[in-house]
């Protein structure tokens, strides 16, 4: 079975969080290479790594890692705040 | 995994370290073991040492790759045990065909009183055992 792409948002979330990779990976106990590979979309994580990863920023795992790719946060507010006012 | 060398750089090394090593042997054979015991050979194949320590030193140990492939699985996170799998994989698969065509062209070579299995050659291929792994993630990886 050949797999899927997981898009993610790692780099948005590290980045508001003032994470480094080195801080990210030593938060979920990776090597902060392999924190690379996930923001450029080169690895898959495993499910336990994806929720670690989604327990170090407070998020669900959907707002983190997706299949299909994701929109931008300011989009996916716009969104939001468009339905709500329907 | 420590080092930040680029790719082109990694693969120029790594070609550096096998050239080296085939040349040692292809040197040795050639010469030494056939008598041959002039300066100039003695000479080309310290060079060829020399270059082959160094170049290792280079790729394989100063970018972490030998940890990498020699350490437990329990220092690893899940995608270097991944890559370093695939990495071990690739080395059988190399590995196996290349030491049964050397020990058949040894076999071969006896044939013709050209003796080859002294302990240059089974140390050329366990070092080639050792380093095949290193030097695959060497060739293929983005970064190490």
């Known amino acids: 079975m050949k797999p899927r792409k997981i898009y993610n948002r790692i780099p948005v979330f590290r980045n508001e969080r003032n994470l480094s990779r080195q801080d990210l990976a030593d938060l979920v106990g990776v090597n902060y290479q392999t924190i690379g590979y996930l923001e450029r979309e080169e690895y898959n994580p495993s499910l336990d790594l994806a929720f670690r990863i989604a327990e170090v920023f407070g998020l669900p795992v959907d707002m983190v890692f997706s299949t299909k790719p994701m929109k931008p946060l300011s989009e996916v507010l716009r969104d939001h705040l468009e339905k709500e006012g329907d | ?144």
């Open chain 2, 1 to 144: 995994m420590a080092g930040s060398q680029s790719r082109t750089l990694r693969r120029g090394y790594v070609a550096l370290n096998l050239g080296s090593l085939i040349i040692l042997e292809g040197l040795y054979y050639g010469w030494v073991a056939g008598g041959v015991h002039n300066p100039v050979a003695v000479g080309l194949i310290v060079v060829c040492m020399i270059t082959l320590v160094l170049s290792f030193l280079h790729v394989i140990w100063g970018t972490g790759l030998w940890r990498l492939t020699h350490t437990g699985v329990e220092n690893l996170d899940e995608r270097q045990v991944m890559v370093t799998r695939e990495a071990l994989r690739h080395s059988y698969g190399i590995f196996v065909p290349f030491t049964l065509l050397v020990i058949f062209a040894a076999a071969v070579a006896s044939d013709f009183d050209f003796h080859i299995f002294d302990v240059v050659l089974p140390a050329g291929l366990l070092y080639l055992a050792h380093i095949l792994p290193a030097i695959i993630l060497a060739w293929k990886e983005k970064v190490v």
